[in-house]
């Protein structure tokens, strides 16, 4: 029963909700991609990253966003690739890229890293060392071919790359993995409950949005002098994941919570719904810094960054979108970390995605081994 809620939740979404514009050019270069890795029996990983959007119109001016810059997914790419992954990397548009995330902050530009000697550009001398390494580094996956760049926007092209692709991977079996690092919306305004014009805030300029009869009202609307959005739930296609798109492949989500007495049972409920392989739950305070394990494998597993090697400061993000309350929790933190924990000279911050990574890995080699020596249905 519940199989068949799932199968017609995804049918009824994908028939009503148009695909990208993209589309064919995204499974081309998939297939490609999938095809060329999987005969040179190399595992191939899919991070998704950054945030959905939620539009309000169809000519979409408005809309509704999730909070992520994409750090932790490109960040992880980067892991991957160190770990010998070929990396599609399913990204929003615009947010942080592998590589290049290095120099795209957002306090500073990159022309910073410049400097002008003799009519020439060139890198500033304290930045040489380390943009080489970085550019050394990009400079061999490209040549290897190992990453693939693809990107969306809304949340539903989200979901139709995520199917797309997920489909042409289960040929891959136990060696495809998805790393679905995305902050996913988990509402959305349906394609016939959408206005096509930018909605007007003035009244006299405002459509008559109310319903007639068994017809309803779009979903984002003025009433009086009031903007009234109703969203509907998004079908929650994990387990179309794991059970149909690409039922061989390792799953591994994450569960951000800001509430810390919950975060492990989040993640265990999460974990057991939907019958993958592994949760990675963070705090928005610490997610830089720790994340707990929840997987079918071991029990409650966290891991940290040494304190005297941790990032100083993330709190300039959180101020953005948190209360107030955890705006001056960060900042109390970050002034704690900066007076007591500052990193010896000579040992850089650690980024966490270093110690998950290789832990995956891990994991996905397990994996494979145990999927591989199943008897045969």
């Keep these: 029963m519940a199989d068949s809620a799932h199968h017609h939740a995804e049918s009824h979404y994908f028939s009503n909700e148009p695909p990208p514009k993209d589309i064919k050019v995204t499974i081309t270069l998939a297939r490609e991609f999938i095809h060329r890795h999987g005969d040179e029996s190399r595992r191939v990983v899919l991070v998704t990253s950054g945030g959905t959007t939620v539009p309000l119109e169809t000519n979409t001016v408005r809309y509704i966003d999730n909070f992520s810059a994409g750090t932790r997914g490109a960040t992880s790419a980067e892991y991957f690739l160190q770990h010998g992954y070929a ?3 399913l990204h929003r548009q615009f947010s942080l890229l592998p590589f290049s995330r290095h120099y795209s902050h957002n306090t500073r530009s990159f022309l910073d890293f410049m400097v002008e000697e003799d009519g020439r550009v060139v890198v500033d ?11 050394r580094q990009y400079t061999q ?35 495809a993995m998805f790393y679905l690092a995305a902050a996913v919306s988990d509402f959305f305004v349906p394609q016939d409950r959408m206005v096509e014009h930018k909605i007007q805030s003035n009244e006299e300029f405002s ?6 009869g068994e ?3 779009p979903s984002a609307r003025t009433e009086g002098r009031k903007l009234v959005i109703d969203l509907e739930p998004v079908p929650k296609f994990l387990k179309q994941l794991v059970d149909g798109w690409a039922p061989e492949g390792m799953i591994v989500s994450f569960k ?6 919950i975060l492990v049972k989040k993640a265990q409920y999460s974990l057991e719904k939907y019958a993958h392989h592994l949760v990675i739950g963070n705090l928005l305070m610490t997610r830089k810094w720790e994340v707990v394990f929840v997987s079918t494998w071991e029990a409650e597993k966290w891991i940290r960054v040494p304190q005297h090697r941790r990032t100083k400061s ?26 007591d924990h500052t990193v010896p000279q000579g040992q850089p911050a650690v ?10 890995e891990e994991m996905h080699t397990r994996y494979i081994k145990e999927t591989e020596e199943k008897p045969a249905a």
Excluded: C
């Design 87 to 89: 990396v599609i990397f």
């Design 125 to 135: 001398g304290q930045h040489q060392e380390d943009m080489r390494d970085v550019l």
């Design 141 to 175: 996956v490209k040549r290897e071919g190992r990453l693939l760049i693809l990107s969306f926007v809304t949340i539903t092209e989200y979901l139709w790359d995520l199917r797309e692709v997920a489909k042409l991977m289960r040929p891959l079996g136990p060696k």
């Design 207 to 212: 459509a008559n949005s109310g319903g007639d």
């Design 215 to 217: 017809v309803q009202p």
């Design 256 to 261: 951000l919570e800001t509430d810390p007495s």
């Design 314 to 339: 993330f709190s300039g993000v959180l101020s953005l979108v948190g209360s107030a309350d955890m705006s001056r929790k960060a900042d109390e933190a970050d002034k704690a970390l900066r007076n």
């Design 351 to 360: 980024e966490i995605e270093s110690l998950i990574i290789p832990e995956i």
